[in-house]
């Protein structure tokens, strides 16, 4: 005899957007705190059971953490950015410097390991940049000098933003934590309850 849909034991409607507040800034999703779990769970038809519960705010911990690996991983690339453009612009300045001096130098640079080589240096006023992707665009001075500070700029304000949406995704992990534990403990109580009243 086939089943029916009386026999299915019937499953909540429930989704993410359940356990979520809202999204911050950078589009985030902030977790929703409950107060009365129980109240909570009888919000949906039928009841949300514990399982349930759970897993959705297991769920969204592991987009969390998710997220918490990529914001790390951009620090640290934001990391090594940052000193290298620093190190970058001061290397520029000095050599606008030495050209308005009207000086003339003479480098070692690395060929390979434990090999260098001696260069005579003309300042002539440009220098070469290496941009990635294989692409090397030749300025003068001052537009390097410009360029590198934008670039800085705004990788220090990038870095700024995230080292807040880290601040604010492990803040979003705890209370992820705390409600697996909560939604827990409220089992074991209504569980107890129960038992005492059969």
């Known amino acids: 005899m086939p089943e029916t849909k009386e026999d299915d034991e019937q499953v909540p409607d429930m989704s993410l957007l359940d356990i979520i507040d809202g999204k911050n800034e950078r589009d985030i999703p902030i ?6 779990i129980g109240k909570f769970a009888e919000s949906f038809q039928p009841p949300a059971s514990t399982e349930l ?3 959705a705010y297991t769920q969204l911990y592991n987009k969390y953490k998710s ?9 640290q690339h934001l990391d090594i ?18 050209k ?13 390991d434990n090999i260098y080589a001696k260069a005579d240096l003309d300042y002539d006023g440009t220098v070469n940049l290496w941009l990635g992707a294989n692409v090397m665009l030749e300025y003068t001075y001052e537009e390097a000098i410009e360029f590198l500070a934008n670039n ?3 990788a220090k ?17 705890v209370v ?10 409220w089992d074991v109580r209504r569980r107890r309850a129960l038992e005492q009243k059969a």
Do not use: H, W
Request: some cysteine.
């Open 31 to 36: 977790a929703k705190f409950i107060d009365d």
């Open 53 to 55: 519960l759970i897993g």
């Open 67 to 75: 997220y918490e690996a990529s914001l790390t991983r951009k620090q």
């Open 81 to 98: 950015k940052i000193p290298d453009l620093e190190n970058s612009l001061k290397l520029i300045q000095q050599l606008l410097k030495k």
């Open 100 to 112: 308005e001096e009207g000086e003339s130098g003479v480098v070692r640079y690395s060929l390979a």
């Open 152 to 154: 800085e700029s705004r």
């Open 157 to 173: 304000s990038e870095a700024g933003e995230v080292e807040k949406d880290l601040a604010f995704v492990r803040d979003q992990i």
């Open 176 to 185: 992820c934590e705390v409600l697996q534990s909560r939604i827990y403990n």
